[in-house]
Every structure is written in structure tokens, then in C-alpha cells.
Nanobody
């Protein structure tokens, strides 16, 4: 079963930036077959979607509260998916996770923020504070 690992979290001041990465726990397992989603879980809240990217990287989808500030990309030659977070806000503080996500049947090269089972990594903590 595919297992992912998230990296890049840390502490940052409001308005700052961080780049998170998502990779396979086993480096020889390729991720370029999968659409990947980013999710976050703040204390006392349910895990919620951030956005997703298709296997080719040609399509991305974002939740409204991060649109324009966050960018998901991937470098399949490095077998890595990224979440670039700019203009971070207090509300962005959470543990960030990546996971494989579903793809629509009726439309090609699209992703949905619906995680498949079993691919979650341990998460990486992002703390935005002044």
C-alpha cells in the first residue's frame, strides 16, 4: 500500500511563506500515476481539504480559503508534490497531510479532494504566529 511522507513544516510569522513536500516513503515507488491532495487538520477541527493536483500536474483545484495564496505543483522527475504557501495567516496553522485522491470518471485529467484510504503520511506541522 502506498505510504506518503510530508516534509517542510515549521514556524512562520503571518505573511510568511513555506513550501511543503510530499513524497513516497519508498523512494522507488512512483507517484506519477496518482492525483495527490493536500489536507490540513487544525486542533479541534476535522481534517479538511486544501487542494489537489492531477498526476500530470496539468490541473489543480483549491479550496476557496487558500485560493490565490497556495500553489500545488509537482516534479515527477523528482517524484515529489509540493505545496507552496504564501501570505500565511494564523488560520493556516495546522498539521498538513498529503494523500492520493480520486479522479472523476466523466472528465479526463481532473482530481477531486476525496482521499483514498491508506496513503496518509504522518503529517507536518505548520504554525503561523507572531
Amino acid at each position: 500500500q502506498l505510504q506518503l511522507v510530508e516534509r517542510g513544516g515549521g514556524s512562520v510569522q503571518p505573511g510568511g511563506s513555506l513550501r511543503l513536500s510530499c513524497a513516497s516513503a519508498v523512494s522507488t515507488v512512483r507517484l506519477d500515476y496518482f492525483s495527490i491532495g493536500w489536507f490540513r487538520e487544525a486542533p479541534g477541527k476535522e481534517r479538511q481539504g486544501v487542494g489537489c493536483i492531477t498526476n500530470s500536474g496539468g490541473y489543480t483545484l483549491y479550496e476557496d480559503d487558500v485560493k490565490g495564496r497556495f500553489t500545488i505543483s509537482r516534479d515527477n522527475t523528482r517524484n515529489t508534490v509540493y505545496l507552496q504557501m504564501n501570505n500565511l495567516k494564523f488560520e493556516d496553522s495546522a498539521v498538513y497531510y498529503c494523500a492520493t485522491v480520486s479522479e472523476p470518471v466523466v472528465v479526463q485529467d481532473r482530481c477531486e479532494m476525496a482521499p483514498r484510504d491508506g496513503s496518509w503520511g504522518p503529517g507536518t506541522q505548520v504554525t503561523v504566529s507572531s
